[in-house]
């Protein structure tokens, strides 16, 4: 199964700093493709300028700032990092988009409507809940 078990051992927590700007976001979240894929960068910090490098190298202010989506018509790793004035710049986020030329599985359904799922990912709680009433006890 591989990984080492860590139960009992402390565990690092998520960085909830209000001063860190949000990591990037990619779409897509990674591809395959034949001849060129379009890339879009996004951070949930309202305002934040995102600097992204194609190299591999660590994405810092002085790289290519993002100003709107982007063709890759190769192998590629994406670096981005957002930064805000103020504010700690985020993470550096990684996504890898790979050229190939086999040819991708059709979509089994090109035509088909998304929709909305018929179901909550997560339940809404019942907020009028109860426990059952404990039973009486028989006599004896």
């Known amino acids: 199964f591989g990984g080492t078990p ?7 927590a998520p960085n909830m700093d209000p001063n860190l700007v949000w990591s990037p976001e990619f ?12 890339v879009e960068l996004s951070s949930r910090t309202a305002d934040a300028e995102i600097r992204y490098t194609l190299d591999g190298s660590e994405p810092d202010e002085s790289s290519t700032r993002y100003n709107g989506p982007f063709d ?3 192998t590629t790793v994406v670096k981005a ?21 086999a040819p991708l599985p ?26 059952p009433p404990k039973p009486e006890k028989a006599d004896e």
């Open 81 to 101: 990092r957002a930064y805000k004035a103020g504010m700690k710049p985020s993470t550096v986020e990684s996504m890898k988009f790979t050229r190939t030329e």
């Open 27 to 38: 779409d897509p979240r990674g591809a395959i493709f034949n001849k060129s894929v379009q």
């Open 72 to 74: 890759l018509s190769d």
């Open 6 to 12: 860590t139960r009992g051992q402390p565990q690092v």
């Open 106 to 131: 059709a979509n089994p359904s090109p035509d088909a409507d998304p929709g909305q799922p018929p179901f909550e990912v997560f339940q809404k709680p019942n907020l009028n809940w109860q426990p």
